[in-house]
């Protein structure tokens, strides 16, 4: 199961000196909140970072087609914000996620959100599908908490619809959302930055983000791993049957 960890508040681990322009809202104390952002190839995880840091950080580009990422291995970026650091890391494909030493180092230090970027705009079908990856990467089977954000990008691609009516027509979507009750937002990430709509999603998306991190401020009880109890104590009763079984063929059979 994925680790979430409290932002930590230990102000000499601030490393960047960057201000972000736009009000905290209601983060008290410097922490720092480390932000994992995943998704498909070419979903617009690193524009969706660029369009939140408010840079062009992150380096983006067109390869979905010939399934390549841009991104080829897990990147961060930091912004201050209010008193606190927000640590956004970027990922590569999926399917090199849970080999990745990098993803897997962090992923043992735990994340205080997720953020799995979903685009609006249709993509070639992969299998497993994007969200079962998901699933499998952060083994969320027995996950109980609301760290999870989807950010649903290419909301251009929206047109007249709404966020509600393009979740009512994607099944798997939908049927995720209601299963770990996870928060979606619609985002454009080709937005000039400090356009209204650039400040405005960007105010919305940490809004929500604040909203998961006072939700989860006391640490997340972390349900047993029923499959692993099960194994440990498969193995236990094994060991005994078996230590049992040549005690008695030591002292009575041979
Ligand atoms: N119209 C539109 N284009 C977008 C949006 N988000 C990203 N793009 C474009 O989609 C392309 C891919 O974006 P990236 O941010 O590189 O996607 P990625 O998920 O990081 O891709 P990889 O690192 O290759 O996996 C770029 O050309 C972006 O400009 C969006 O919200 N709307
Ligand atoms: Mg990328």
Redesign the pocket.
């Known amino acids: 199961m994925v680790k979430f960890a409290r932002p930590r508040r230990d102000g000499n681990q601030m490393s960047s000196k960057e201000r972000f322009p736009l009000e905290s809202t209601e983060m008290s104390g410097p922490c720092i909140t480390r932000v994992l952002v995943l998704?498909?190839?070419?979903?617009?995880?690193?524009?969706?970072?660029?369009?939140m840091i408010g840079e062009d950080k992150?380096?983006?580009?067109?390869?979905?087609a010939a399934d390549?990422?841009?991104?080829?291995d897990v990147e961060e970026f930091s912004i201050t914000r209010g008193d606190g650091t927000i640590t956004f890391f970027?990922?590569?494909?999926l399917k090199t996620l849970s080999d990745n030493n990098k993803f897997r180092q962090l992923y043992k230090n735990g994340f205080n959100a997720v953020v799995i970027?979903y685009?609006?705009?249709p993509f070639t079908q992969t299998r497993p599908s994007l969200l079962q990856q998901v699933e499998n990467i952060l083994a969320l089977k027995d996950y109980t908490g609301s760290n999870l954000l989807v950010a649903l990008?290419?909301?251009?691609?929206l047109e007249d619809a709404t966020v509600e009516e393009f979740v009512n027509t994607n099944k798997e979507l939908k049927d995720f959302q209601q299963k770990y009750g996870v928060n979606l937002v619609a985002?454009?990430?080709?937005?000039e930055k400090y356009s209204q709509e650039g400040i405005g999603q960007r105010n919305t998306f940490f809004n929500r983000l604040d909203a998961i991190l006072r939700q989860n401020d006391q640490p997340l009880s972390k349900k047993p791993c029923v499959v692993g109890i099960k194994c440990k104590i498969g193995i236990i009763v094994t060991s005994v049957i078996v230590i049992g079984i040549s005690i008695f063929l030591y002292f009575y059979v041979f």
Not at 90 to 93: I, Y
Not at 187 to 191: D, Q, S
């Open positions: 998704g498909g190839t070419g979903h617009g995880k690193s524009s969706f970072i660029n369009a992150c380096t983006v580009g067109v390869t979905w390549k990422s841009i991104t080829t970027d990922t590569p494909a970027v685009s609006i705009k990008t290419f909301a251009d691609f985002i454009c990430n080709t937005f």
